[in-house]
């Protein structure tokens, strides 16, 4: 994996998944915490586990250093069990985000630095799964946007999803065609994010190989309203959501940057100005820029 990769990944994931230093059920009823790291070895969605997925799960759960809400005293493993049993018996706050799950209906939390470390060590075993399968072997080698769209996958579906066609298409490092294939359900909320992200990440992939780009650095394109709000968010120009959409929140963190470097206070995403010193700061903390 390219370090550029590595040193983004919190930055692009933190706006999709949020940091939750507690226990929450996702979408499809999975026990999850951190950035969206899921620590439920359910098989089924929205469904209680059975003993040895429960016995899993909590494993899962015991990787993390859990602490006692108020007295930051380490949780025993009985106590995060008993958080894990309480979360997952309350599928019918799933649909309604992680708030739901705030104290006190759970007790336990971990830190950030406890969060960013379980982030990176899932990430690296992502990766490993992911290089032992067929389509992946030179993954080390693929252009940097490449990696982190695929990872991107990972990080929704785990690393041994099913996607022949997609699979194909990365095996002959042919980034048109994984943009095409790398969509998955369901298309709502930040998946529909995500799934727009990684067919940028794949084509902006092919763009790097096709014209010679280092491939070692990541390429953000400042082209349409969806790159600069990432680019906001890349240099922490936060809450923000990437949804393409120039509406009022987009606007005030534009109007925001614009301030923060002397610049007319128009709101414009496309203000040649202010994608000028969009470029520049991107460039300076090692992104390559196109589109500006």
């Not at 003993?51 to 015991?62: D, K, V």
């Not at 949780?75 to 599928?91: C, F, I, M, P, R």
């Not at 690296?124 to 990696?147: H, K, Y």
């Not at 790159?227 to 120039?246: E, I, K, N």
């Amino acid at each position: 994996m390219h370090q550029s990769v590595r040193d983004y990944w919190i930055t692009f994931n933190d706006p999709l998944e949020g940091r939750v230093s507690f226990m929450y059920l996702d979408v499809k009823g999975y026990v999850s915490t951190g950035i969206g790291n899921k620590i439920d070895e359910t098989a089924r969605d929205n469904s209680a586990p059975t003993a040895q997925e429960r016995a899993a799960s909590l494993a899962a759960a015991g990787r993390l250093r859990w602490l006692v809400n108020d007295v930051d005293a380490e949780a025993a493993s009985g106590e995060v069990a008993q958080e894990w049993d309480t979360v997952k018996s309350h599928l019918e706050l799933a649909p309604f985000g992680h708030n739901s799950f705030r104290p006190p209906l759970t007790r336990l939390h971990v830190d950030d630095d406890e969060i960013d470390r379980h982030v990176f060590e899932k990430l690296d075993e992502m990766a490993g799964v992911l290089i032992g399968r067929d389509g992946f072997g030179d993954f080390d080698s693929w252009p940097a946007n490449a990696q982190l769209a695929a990872l991107s996958m990972c990080w929704a579906m785990g690393p041994k999803f099913r996607f022949p066609k997609f699979q194909g298409h990365v095996g002959v490092r042919n980034w048109a065609g994984a943009a095409d294939e790398c969509h998955f359900t369901p298309d709502v909320g930040t998946i529909r994010i995500r799934n727009k992200l990684d067919r940028a990440h794949f084509l902006l992939a092919l763009d790097a190989e096709s014209q010679g780009l280092p491939l070692e650095q990541i390429v953000l394109d400042l082209s349409d309203v969806f790159g600069v709000q990432g680019a906001l968010l890349a240099l922490h120009f936060t809450p923000l959501t990437q949804d393409g959409a120039d509406g009022p929140l987009t606007q005030g963190k534009v109007k925001e940057f614009q301030a923060a470097n002397g610049l007319g206070e128009n709101g414009a995403f496309d203000d040649p100005d202010t994608l000028s010193a969009l470029a520049s700061q991107l460039s300076a903390q090692g992104f390559i820029v196109a589109g500006a």
